[in-house]
Structure formats: C-alpha cells, structure tokens
C-alpha cells in the first residue's frame, strides 16, 4: 500500500492505524536553516526557522486535504552534513522510526567535493535508497535548489564572501548540474520517485528571475517564501504521481 493510499484510508477511519511518520533527511536547508548572521562571540551563526521549512509547510498542505490524519515528521536535516553523513545516519535519525514515507535532498555541501567527489555522491544516494527501500517505506529524491550565481554585496564578513565566491564557481561552472544530472540519471535507473525542483530553479534563472536574491543567505539557504516550492512540488508528487 502506497503513502497516499495509507493517507486516504486513515483519514477515512483514523483509528484504524497508527499515525502516519514522514522522514526527512537532509541538510541546512531540511534542518530549517535559513540566514547567515554573527553571534555574540563575533562566531558566524545560524537563524532557524522550523515553522517555515519546507516540511512544515507539506505537513499544512497534507492536513488540508486529510484533517483526520496524524502526521509525525521526523526532521533528519543536519546544517553541514551531506551525502555521505546522511548514510552514516539513517538508520538511527529515519529507519528507526518506520517512516511511511522518506524524502532524501543531498547535494549543496557534497558538491563542494567537485567533479571528482560526484562518483562517491551518487554511491550514497544508492546506498541510501536501497536501505529505505529494504524497510519499505516509499521514498523520494528532493533535488535541492541552485546557489548563488555572484557574492551579493550585502554579505560583509570576509569568510562568507570566501564561500559565496566558492559556491558561485560551483554553480557559474556547471559543477551543481554534473551532480544534479547524476541524480536524475540513478534516480530513473534504481526507478526512485523524483521531484525536481532544481530544474526549476534552473528554469526560473533561464527565464531571467535572479534567483540569488531568492536566497535567505545570498549563498545556498532559500528564502522562506521559496520553500513553498519545495512543499508545494512534494504535495503534487505524492497526491498526483
């Protein structure tokens, strides 16, 4: 029985089964990380804001249609991690709580590995796939957004700058398409349901929307506003296929 299908049957008799587990793995902006600022300590911080991520926002979207049904969302986001960590944790941050459904999104730190670190990418994600496959949750490859296309001059600290110049390389050369591509290519291969949003961020930029200014931190964070992609792209894969 399908996610949806679940959903639907619960929401008609929401006795009848236990509440339904969400699990989402990922990275900053799965874990609800949204701008870049300096703390007291004059140490570079992060602003949270769980109400706002993309997450939160399926789970309004899923009551709207299915009001009966408990939703437990599990957030396996992790600010810094990538591919590789997320396989390193998902047996205790997702499997060990029987998700009905998994929403894997790696892609904006593991691309810092550049061309070369794209083959231990894509075994992590297979690796990922097939262990929440063996539990046999439905699952889904979230393509994350695109980085900043220039350093905005809104951002002062000199380390910041360093690392909006870096991601701008990565995304100006091509580099986060390799890495997106790859993605698309396993996720048809190992038949992994695919919602892609990073083609349309990819559009929006081809349309001429400048899309770092839809960045919260000018460098890899969507503003919030912009989650609602996420969310609203999620909602239509797992309501319409």
Not at 30 to 46: A, C, K, L, P, Y
Not at 192 to 206: E, F, G, I, K, M
Request: charged share 20%.
């Amino acid at each position: 029985m399908t996610f949806l299908q679940k959903m639907m049957e619960k929401n008609r008799d929401y006795a009848s089964a236990a509440p339904m587990v969400l699990a989402f793995l990922g990275d900053s902006v799965t874990h609800g990380v949204f701008e870049i600022d300096m703390n007291r300590e004059g140490q570079i911080g992060s602003v949270f804001d769980h109400e706002h991520v993309y997450h939160a926002r399926l789970r309004r979207q899923l009551h709207a249609i299915a009001p009966a049904v408990a939703f437990n969302v599990i957030n396996a986001g992790v600010n810094g991690g990538g591919s590789a960590q997320g396989l390193e944790r998902l047996s205790r941050d997702v499997l060990a709580y029987q998700p009905d459904l998994v929403v894997v999104c790696f892609g904006l730190n593991d691309v810092h590995g550049g061309r070369e670190g794209l083959p231990a990418y894509l075994d992590n994600l297979h690796r990922i796939f097939q262990e929440v496959r063996r539990q046999g949750a439905d699952l889904i490859f979230l393509s994350p957004n695109c980085m900043n296309a220039y350093v905005p001059a809104y951002i002062k600290n000199p380390d910041l700058r360093e690392v909006a110049a870096r991601t701008a390389e990565l995304q100006n050369s091509g580099v986060m398409d390799l890495y997106m591509d790859g993605a698309r290519r396993l996720c048809a291969n190992e038949q992994v349901a695919l919602c892609d949003c990073y083609s349309q961020w990819r559009h929006l930029a081809d349309i001429g929307i400048d899309t770092t200014a839809l960045l919260a931190n000018g460098i890899n964070h969507p503003n919030r506003d912009m989650h609602e992609l996420f969310s609203t792209a999620l909602f239509q894969k797992i309501i319409f296929g």
